[in-house]
């Protein structure tokens, strides 16, 4: 669907998102909190991805299991 891919480019061309690399770093903190929150992989990798970018960051999710992670800031859409 056309519309629907020119709706993700926008939304991945505004200027408040930040695309992070995954490292080493970030798969451990996954592991920990896959380990101690129960999130799924996906989700372990995203909230970790957040949490290693330096300063505040507000989280969008519709899954309210994320607002379980210590330090992420949670806003459900």
């Known amino acids: 669907n056309t519309a629907h891919i020119d709706r993700y480019r926008g939304f991945f061309a505004s200027t408040g998102l930040q695309i992070v690399e995954i490292s080493a770093s970030v798969i ?3 592991t920990l909190l896959r380990a101690r929150h129960g999130l799924r992989t996906p989700d372990a990798i ?16 519709g899954d309210r299991k994320f607002r379980q992670v210590p330090g992420l800031i949670v806003r459900l859409v």
């Open 46 to 61: 995203q909230a970790a991805s957040a949490l290693s970018i330096k300063g505040p960051v507000t989280f969008l999710t």
């Open 28 to 30: 451990e903190t996954a």
